[in-house]
């Protein structure tokens, strides 16, 4: 977006982000395609194989059952890697990849590089691998992620839908949800502090004075000291 339409602040409480407005990714779709194959690739391939050729509706139908799902995973894919920004009025900075990120692993390297953007999949297992390294302040990075980034689909996330999602969301248990939540609960404090801070809650913050600027821990204080003033709470309160 222009900076005439998106509102910016100087006051240090309040950062702006690095790009002025939302910078679409490739998230151009088009109901009206996507039914139109969904309808005439059926038509034609009844059209044109024998053993169909002369079936009524029915046959139709059960064409349409059987093309269908393959149909409108071929245009979610090719719209992911081909199709155009929803929209232009974030221009991007067009930096090379290096300036964002680092690639610590030599065949990475060599696939992506320069304008190459790399698949958000791929950067998500390689970093967590430990074989890339963010460049600076990890959300702003991010903020500007379809700068160096690109939210196609890949062959890892193929092979994660069909053969975990769809078997856990087909055939599900209670093992399976124990199973599913254990990372999440079955931790320790030191997990916890990493992002919760001192105080070990889950909470807003507030910002008091917008020409001074705060820590999240400062915020989250403020929030704790705005509630003990509404409910009048003394320090001998329990």
């Not at 719209?79 to 991007?92: D, F």
């Not at 320790?188 to 889950?202: A, K, N």
């Amino acid at each position: 977006m222009s900076s005439s339409s998106v509102r910016v602040t100087n006051y240090p409480a309040i950062k702006n982000a690095p790009l002025v407005g939302l910078a679409e990714g490739n998230g151009a779709f088009n109901n009206l395609h996507f039914a139109a194959l969904v309808v005439v690739v059926p038509y034609i391939l009844k059209s044109f194989l024998p053993l169909v050729k002369y079936g009524g509706f029915k046959t139709y139908l059960f064409m349409m059952l059987l093309t269908g799902p393959p149909t409108a995973i071929a245009y979610w894919a090719l719209n992911s890697i081909y199709g155009s920004r929803k929209n232009e009025k974030v221009t991007l900075p067009g930096k090379d990849i290096e300036e964002y990120i680092t690639i610590k692993d030599a065949e990475l390297a060599k696939v992506y590089k320069g304008k190459e953007k790399i698949p958000m999949q791929v950067f998500h297992d390689a970093f967590f691998d430990g074989k890339v390294e963010f460049k600076g302040d990890v959300l702003d990075i991010l903020e500007q992620r379809h700068d160096w980034a690109k939210m196609n689909f890949t062959y890892e996330l193929f092979k994660y839908v069909f053969t975990v999602f769809i078997p856990e969301v087909v055939v599900h248990s209670q093992a399976q949800d124990e199973e599913q939540v254990r990372g999440h609960y079955d931790r320790g404090d030191d997990f916890y502090e990493w992002f919760l801070g001192p105080r070990m809650i889950y909470t807003s913050g507030i910002i008091l004075n917008p020409d001074v600027e705060e820590s999240l821990e400062q915020l989250q204080d403020n929030k704790l000291a705005v509630v003990c003033s509404k409910l009048d709470l003394k320090p001998t309160d329990k």
